[in-house]
């Protein structure tokens, strides 16, 4: 395999120069260069065998770019390939490092065998270049000393016969064409990619909610895209070719056209009739519609097969769940909810009983360390508590003071100094207490004492004063025997209360125990109705991956004297692009051909001349 570069400015030139290399099987044009700067780059990138190079080029020129070749990269050959037969460039270009000089008007086969030789490194030059290198008293060598290709000129008029021959042949192609060609008839349809979004939503009591949904569903580009690929699986194109009764080949491979932005497809499809061209249309969209539908129940299928394996997984953890709740009950102690408020209720109600206990005792002694205090009473304090005692309207409002005393004494065993109701109690006892002192004030006729006051009226008396110790020392014995009656009663409470606190803490350990194992339970419960709904939203978002599709145009019946093919527009223009290809080839290779002297002569620099020896030695 010979690797060629090919330098070359002029394109008509170089498309000319393709046609006729790429048809060598042992040739291998490698890359392109439009002047010298572009071709050495080229080179060192390619390292082609030989390098077909213009003379004439903007930037660096073909000898230049020659020379630079030859001095960096020895064994790549370089193919002097020009219109200018001049010989001081020919001296330049052989001086430069060039390994053969051929003119463009050589033909095809000639420039093939040339570039063969060249790389099997023979010098080679056109025929017509060879006496410039020759003196003139000096024989021109035969082919067997110099192995160069003679270029014939053409007779008079060959090329515009040729013209006009090859141009009556393009024409003569394309009316048989017309007239020969079968005709073919396209159907067309439209599918669309419809969007479904599935989700799931579940409310789970004392735990939260869960939810799924198909967010990440593709965009209407990506799903076109996959149905795109899948329809151009060959095994659809087979299938349906099978079903109509043809081969694939005579089937035809339907045409896809996507907009840049959207979810639909259009498709066309060619037959021999309009019929056959819409049964194909329906049978392919019949066959892929069935390659989606196998592949969702292939989607839906995997993600049973793994909702499955998770399902089986939650349905073990809900039954170790429920095993140890069960377990857990049967050696509990904790038979239910009622247990509990009951217990609790209990224990509200010895709390009651023993603030009013602790009440009632603690009024009994403030009685009776007064009772104590008033044995040895003056006969005057006994009878102004009699006198006082006889009043109705003191007794009355003694008896409130009495009460809100103890009412007070009842409200400080059971909250604080600053609750609400003890300070409304105490408005009311000191309430009591000044009308109290105000009406033993009034009856008596001379100011009491706060402190006199109380100790009068904690006192029981009677109209005789020696019944007053009496009845005092009798009320003190029976105030202690009460005292100490309230005191076993509130010890015994006690005990009572301290049974129903520890059985309370245990029920409480044993609740929280039964919570933990019931909100488990509930946990996995959870688990196990979120997987089965995920097995009911996996064939909802299946659809998220495979959407399903609507014919929004139905394939179409084409019309009996329109057939899509042959065109006869596109025939002509073919034909004119055949005539305007073979008259252009034809007028540059009769202006290759034409002497030198016809020719605009090259631009540049004036190149020195060489002497007539000094070109025999180098082709020497």
Request: aromatic share 6%; proline share 5%.
């Amino acid at each position: 395999m010979i690797n060629l570069l090919i330098v070359e400015d002029q394109q008509t030139i170089l498309q000319l120069l393709k046609n006729y290399l790429e048809q060598e099987s042992d040739l291998k044009i490698v890359s392109i260069a439009a002047d010298g700067r572009v071709a050495i780059d080229k080179v060192d990138k390619f390292r082609p065998d030989v390098v077909l190079m213009d003379v004439e080029m903007p930037g660096i020129d073909g000898v230049t770019a020659t020379r630079i070749i030859s001095q960096r990269y020895p064994e790549v050959k370089v193919l002097i390939l020009t219109t200018h037969d001049d010989d001081e460039i020919l001296d330049l270009a052989l001086k430069a490092g060039a390994k053969g000089y051929i003119l463009k008007t050589t033909p095809a086969q000639e420039l093939i065998n040339f570039i063969r030789s060249v790389h099997q490194g023979h010098l080679q030059i056109s025929s017509g270049l060879v006496q410039k290198l020759v003196p003139e008293d000096r024989p021109i060598p035969s082919k067997q000393e110099l192995p160069v290709r003679s270029s014939p000129t053409p007779p008079k008029y060959f090329y515009l016969s040729l013209g006009i021959l090859l141009n009556f042949v393009v024409w003569l192609i394309v009316a048989v064409y017309w007239k020969i060609a079968p005709p073919k008839y396209t159907s067309e349809w439209g599918i669309k990619i419809l969007q479904t979004e599935a989700g799931v939503e579940l409310n789970l009591p004392n735990i939260g909610q869960a939810s799924s949904d198909s967010s990440s569903a593709k965009s209407p580009q990506d799903t076109r895209t996959d149905y795109i690929y899948i329809a151009s699986d060959h095994s659809l194109l087979e299938q349906a070719a099978e079903k109509i009764g043809m081969s694939d080949g005579d089937f035809g491979e339907p045409e896809m056209v996507t907009e840049e932005d959207g979810s639909i497809i259009s498709w066309a499809v060619e037959g021999n009739t309009p019929l056959e061209a819409q049964q194909k249309a329906y049978i392919f969209q019949e066959i892929l519609t069935q390659k989606i539908e196998n592949l969702r129940q292939a989607e839906i299928k995997r993600q049973e097969q793994h909702a499955q394996l998770i399902l089986e997984s939650a349905r073990q953890k809900l039954d170790s769940a429920q095993d140890k709740l069960s377990t857990y009950q049967v050696s509990s102690s904790l038979s239910s909810e009622e247990q509990i408020k009951q217990l609790a209720s209990n224990l509200e109600d010895l709390y009651r009983q023993q603030a009013e206990l602790s009440a009632q005792e603690q009024g009994l002694n403030n009685l009776s360390q007064q009772l104590g205090q008033e044995l040895n009473l003056s006969s005057a304090e006994a009878t102004a508590a009699y006198q006082l005692l006889e009043d109705d309207v003191y007794q009355q409002q003694q008896a409130q003071y009495a009460q809100a005393r103890a009412e007070l004494a009842n409200l400080l065993s059971r909250f604080t100094a600053e609750n609400p109701s003890v300070v409304n109690k105490q408005a009311e006892l000191e309430e009591a207490t000044l009308a109290l002192q105000q009406r033993a004030t009034f009856l008596l006729n001379r100011a009491l004492s706060r402190q006199e006051l109380e100790r009068i009226t904690y006192l029981t008396l009677d109209p005789k004063v020696k019944t007053v110790r009496e009845e005092v020392f009798k009320d003190l014995i029976s105030n202690d025997a009460e005292v100490q009656k309230l005191t076993a009663q509130i010890q015994e409470l006690e005990k009572q209360m301290a049974k129903l606190e520890s059985r309370q803490r245990n029920i409480a350990q044993e609740k929280l125990k039964k919570d933990s194992f019931q909100r488990n339970l509930q946990v996995a419960e959870a688990i196990f109705t979120t997987t089965l709904a995920e097995l009911d939203l996996g064939k909802e978002n299946v659809y998220s991956l495979y959407p399903p599709t609507q014919l929004v145009k139905e394939p179409s019946l084409p019309q009996e004297n329109q057939p899509t093919s042959p065109n006869l527009r596109m025939l002509l223009l073919a034909g004119m692009a055949g005539s305007f290809l073979v008259t252009t080839g034809l007028m540059l290779r009769w202006f290759e051909q034409q002497p030198s002297s016809m020719r605009m002569p090259m631009s540049g620099t004036q190149l020195p001349s060489s002497s007539v020896d000094s070109k025999t030695d180098k082709f020497r």
